[in-house]
C-alpha cells in the first residue's frame, strides 16, 4: 500500500505565502515524477509543477516566477514553495507521484487527498 499525504494548506492574503508539503509512504522501490496539481471550483484539474527523479523541473506559466517544487528523495518528499499569491491561485492542491512499489513489476500513479489553498484580495 502505498499513501500520499499533503499538508500545509490554509488561507491566506494575496501577496503572502504558502508551503506544501507531501509525503510519500509504503512499499517504494522507486519514484519517478512527483508533481502538484490543482482544482479550482467548475474548473478541471490543472498541472501546477512537475519534478523529475533527476530533478528537471516544468511548470505552468501563470506560477512561473512565483511558485517553487522540489523534492527529497531520501524521504520522499515534495513541497510547493508558494510566493505572491493570487486569489486566482485559490483551488484544492493535489499531490501525484508516479511511484513503483516493492514486488510490482510496473509504476502506477497515485494522488492524494487534496488540500485548500484560499487566497483573499
Known amino acids: 500500500q502505498v499513501q500520499l499525504v499533503e499538508s500545509g494548506g490554509g488561507l491566506v492574503q494575496a501577496g503572502g505565502s504558502l508551503r506544501l508539503s507531501c509525503a510519500a509512504s509504503?512499499?517504494?522501490?522507486?519514484?519517478?515524477?512527483m508533481a502538484w496539481y490543482r482544482q479550482a471550483p467548475g474548473k478541471q484539474r490543472e498541472l501546477v509543477a512537475v519534478i523529475t527523479g533527476s530533478g528537471r523541473i516544468d511548470s505552468r506559466d501563470s506560477v512561473k516566477g512565483r511558485f517553487t517544487i522540489s523534492r527529497d528523495n531520501a524521504k520522499n518528499t515534495v513541497d510547493l514553495q508558494m510566493n505572491s499569491l493570487k486569489p486566482e491561485d485559490t483551488a484544492v492542491y493535489y499531490c501525484?507521484?508516479?511511484?513503483?512499489?516493492?514486488?510490482?513489476?510496473?509504476?502506477?500513479?497515485?494522488w492524494g487527498q487534496g488540500t485548500q489553498v484560499t487566497v483573499s484580495s
Open positions: 509504503g512499499s517504494i522501490l522507486s519514484i519517478n515524477n
Open positions: 501525484n507521484a508516479v511511484i513503483t512499489r516493492v514486488g510490482s513489476l510496473g509504476s502506477f500513479t497515485y
